[in-house]
T-cell receptor
């Protein structure tokens, strides 16, 4: 059973396109994180959110706590956005405080 | 500010060998953790620590040991390496373990067990 599900698994877009990556989760959470992993492997934190919407440059993250769903949007996509995007949740369940990770969405933006 | 530093970046071991993956952070973070990343699977928690002297098991702790003698360092020990432990290992830290703080990741260690 996967506590965090992402879709799509793979995504190819033309430069300039609007991109949406979806994340659904099944556990109670204290926060949801979006991470970016570039070829070469380093992981950086893009957003952390527990409600509403956050924006950073061309990236927008939203969360609907009632529906247990989050989306990551990229406006005016660029080849440098090519990376794996990972959704992670911090669960506040009875088993304690733990992070669960999705398997990632591999994004390729073609010039 | 170095952030989270992992060493080595690459390592090849033979089955049965032991080794220690090093992780250090210079941000005075309380929470540190080790994950493994395998193809087709999300990052999985191996062990974590909420402060010096305190460690606990994550989802996949078998075959690994950790200690946290200082706030800065959180080494991961493979006791007797097995091919199933071939993976990419990430160390991460955050201000606390409540999940409401961003996690900072090291660059990863690619480990192959022959």
């Amino acid at each position: 059973k996967n506590e965090v599900e992402q879709s799509p698994q793979n995504l190819t877009a033309q430069e300039g396109e609007f991109i949406t990556i979806n994340c659904s989760y099944s556990v109670g959470i204290s926060a949801l994180h979006w991470l970016q992993q570039h070829p070469g492997g380093g992981i950086v934190s893009l957003f952390m959110l527990s409600s509403g919407k956050k924006k950073h440059g061309r990236l927008i993250a939203t969360i609907n706590i009632q529906e247990k769903h989050s989306s990551l949007h990229i406006t005016a996509s660029h080849p440098r956005d090519s990376a794996v995007y990972i959704c992670a949740v911090n669960s506040n369940s009875n088993t304690g405080n733990q992070f669960y990770f999705g398997t990632g969405t591999s994004l390729t933006v073609i010039p | 500010n170095a952030g989270v530093t992992q060493t080595p970046k690459f390592q090849v071991l033979k089955t049965g060998q032991s080794m220690t993956l090093q992780c250090a952070q210079d941000m005075n973070h309380e929470y540190m953790s080790w994950y493994r990343q395998d193809p087709g699977m999300g990052l999985r928690l191996i062990h974590y620590s909420v402060g010096a002297g305190i460690t606990d098991q994550g989802e996949v702790p078998n075959g690994y040991n950790v200690s946290r003698s200082t706030t800065e360092d959180f080494p991961l020990r493979l006791l007797s390496a097995a091919p199933s432990q071939t993976s990419v290992y990430f160390c991460a830290s955050s201000y606390n373990g409540h999940g409401n703080q961003p996690q900072h990741f090291g660059d990863g260690t690619r480990l192959s067990i022959l």
